[in-house]
């Protein structure tokens, strides 16, 4: 007698095992969508990714190695979506940074992408589901031991609704700098230090309770449990989504009255908020 693949397989090593559905392999996921990482570094085999977490693993590596295998093969394929919706907004942004020069080149004409924001969530949370799966979170020299709330896996997985007042949010505070939201004055945003993960951990037992993740020098905060975003202190430690908007409508940078915007598409509810970071030019000398 011959059997199918059993559909309630858990792959020990896979941290999105929780409803069975594994493969009995495991994936070569990268900590950074590969697909970004290939965008970046232009395909140069020699290339090293910078790796920063914030309180992570802080030497150079090679994207090859840059891998996790925390995840199989199956939910590897499924999660890809996510993986394409971040490359979207990463080649938005980083094709207007790299005319841009900073100020020295042009700006151009008005533009604007829609993309998917369920995606581009459920990106951020596998960011940081995989370094804590990878154990790449670390603080006082030594790594950190960040378990996964199960909570999280059906919300990547999409199983569970993710509640309005969690979900992913973006700089309404120009002053907040916990959430960064310039992608074009900086160059290094488009090329060497394109991305970055800080993670919030509880001080209890470090579980995974959300965090921010950067992709090309704008920041996105996500939260597995409810927050507020406003600006009481927590024993003078500020609170790092103040001021923030959640699940935007879409979020546009403006120079001289011309729009660079990304519009969000949402399945949950949202409160339709939009931001507009107006920037402003140097006095040219
Ligand atoms: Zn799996």
């Known amino acids: 007698m011959t059997t199918g693949p059993d559909p309630n ?3 020990p090593k896979c941290y999105a095992n929780l409803h069975g559905g594994c493969s009995t392999k495991i994936s070569g996921e990268h900590y950074i969508s590969h697909s970004l990482i290939k965008l970046y570094t232009f395909d140069d085999p020699d290339v090293k ?4 977490n914030g309180f992570g693993i802080r030497q150079d590596v090679s994207p090859k190695n840059f891998v996790v295998n925390a995840l199989c093969t199956n939910h590897n394929t ?14 938005f942004l980083r094709g207007i940074a790299i005319r841009f020069l900073g100020g020295a080149g042009e700006w151009g004409n008005r533009e604007e992408i829609i993309i998917s924001g369920d995606d581009l969530e459920r990106w951020a949370l596998k960011l940081l589901l995989n370094h804590a799966a990878g154990k790449a979170f670390s603080a006082n020299k030594g790594q950190v031991r960040s378990p996964i709330p199960p909570v999280a896996v059906d919300f990547l997985l999409g199983r569970t609704t993710w ?3 969690m979900g992913l949010c973006v700089a309404g505070d120009p002053a907040n ?3 960064p939201y310039d992608p074009f004055t900086n160059s290094e945003h488009s090329t060497t230090n394109f991305w970055g993960a800080r993670p919030i951990l509880w001080s209890e037992d470090q579980t995974l309770g959300g965090g921010i993740v950067e992709l090309n020098g704008v920041g996105f905060g996500l939260s597995l449990f409810p927050i507020f975003r406003g600006y009481t202190e927590v024993k003078g430690v500020k609170n790092p989504f103040r001021g923030s908007l959640e699940r935007p409508d879409y979020m546009e940078w403006n120079l001289d009255g011309i729009g660079k915007r990304v519009n969000f598409t949402w399945s949950g509810p949202t409160d339709h908020r939009y931001v507009v970071y107006t920037m402003t030019t140097k006095a040219k000398v």
């Open 177 to 179: 700098t916990d959430i």
């Open 78 to 91: 499924a999660l890809s979506v996510t993986d394409a919706t971040a490359l979207e907004f990463a080649k």
């Open 49 to 52: 990714v910078k790796h920063n």
């Open 9 to 11: 397989y858990r792959h």
């Open 163 to 165: 509640p309005f007042g």
